[in-house]
């Protein structure tokens, strides 16, 4: 999403053929703009969003040595997301997951959504979030078939690749660098959890290790939270303010 000013209007009926001609310079870079909307005066990209959601997507290997019972996709991404549950709907001081100087208003931002699907090698959910709605099956529509497809297409030559975790995050706030701090450091915190029994013991235990990543989260300590690497993550959708309907 991003903001801009041209030198006169834009005439209502010619907004396709301004599209097509910034799709034609955007292309050069594989970008493609989707859609054009005439806004307020006052709108800013970035500060009149008042929600973002974000996908990322980690191929899980079976050599990977930092998350133990790779092979258990189901196992990794149950762990993730009730670690990330008890965040959910709270509003929370992200300073320690963040990088560099916040160009936010405020360090406190709340997750709405939080969660993580589990996918094998062939596409299939191995786990999903929310069993009982049958709205949320996939973490996006088609991403299965999507994911069979890389597989198959050889997009991970070389490794043998097991499935792969799908995390969906929505917030009403991001700070710098957020989304991959808070994707490696619950995966750090899922690894240690998973390391420490079977499913039985993670059972028995588990109203202790689910508070783990959120009193992370409370110690604002950026010291232990490198960011994942970029090429997992995706912005996947922009809420914003009323002001975007208005014209100039």
């Known amino acids: 999403l991003v903001s801009?000013?041209?030198?006169h209007p834009i005439p209502e009926d010619a907004n396709q053929a301004f599209l097509t001609c910034v799709n034609s310079l955007a292309e050069e870079r594989d970008l493609t703009v989707q859609h054009l909307q005439r806004v307020d005066s006052s709108f800013h990209a970035t500060f009149c969003t008042v929600a973002?959601?974000?996908?990322?997507?980690?191929?899980?290997?079976?050599?990977?040595?930092?998350?133990?019972?790779?092979?258990?996709?189901?196992?990794?991404?149950?762990?993730?997301?009730?670690?990330?549950?008890?965040?959910?709907?709270?509003?929370?001081?992200y300073f320690g997951m963040s990088a560099g100087n916040p160009r936010t208003k405020s360090n406190v931002c709340t997750l709405q959504t939080a969660a993580c699907w589990g996918y094998d090698r062939e596409g299939c959910v191995a786990f999903r979030p929310f069993p009982a709605d049958e709205t949320e099956t996939e973490v996006v529509p088609g991403?299965?078939?999507?994911?069979?497809?890389?597989?198959?297409?050889d997009a991970y030559t070389g490794v043998d690749v097991v499935g792969c975790l799908a995390f969906r995050i929505k917030g009403d706030r991001f700070l710098r660098r957020m989304?991959?701090?808070?994707?490696?450091?619950?995966?750090?915190?899922?690894a240690f959890v998973l390391g420490q029994g079977d499913g039985d013991t993670l059972q028995q235990?588990?109203?202790?290790?689910?508070?783990?990543?959120?009193?992370?989260?409370?110690?604002k300590d950026r010291s232990q939270n490198e960011?994942?690497?970029?090429?997992?993550?995706?912005?996947?959708?922009v809420e914003v303010g009323e002001n975007i309907s208005k014209s100039t």
């Not at 996908?55 to 991404?77: C, E, Q």
């Not at 299965?144 to 297409?153: C, H, P, T």
């Not at 490696?184 to 899922?190: D, F, G, K, R, T």
């Not at 960011?227 to 959708?237: D, F, H, I, T």
Request: charged content about 20%; some cysteine.
């Open 143 to 153: 991403f299965g078939a999507s994911w069979k497809q890389l597989v198959e297409n």
């Open 52 to 93: 973002r959601e974000y996908l990322y997507v980690l191929p899980l290997l079976s050599s990977d040595s930092m998350l133990p019972f790779t092979s258990d996709v189901d196992r990794v991404a149950h762990v993730c997301t009730e670690l990330l549950r008890p965040v959910v709907g709270v509003e929370l001081d």
């Open 205 to 219: 235990q588990q109203h202790g290790w689910e508070q783990n990543w959120k009193r992370r989260v409370e110690l």
């Open 179 to 190: 989304v991959r701090k808070v994707i490696n450091s619950v995966l750090q915190e899922a």
């Open 4 to 7: 801009f000013v041209t030198p």
């Open 227 to 237: 960011p994942a690497p970029s090429e997992g993550l995706c912005l996947w959708s």
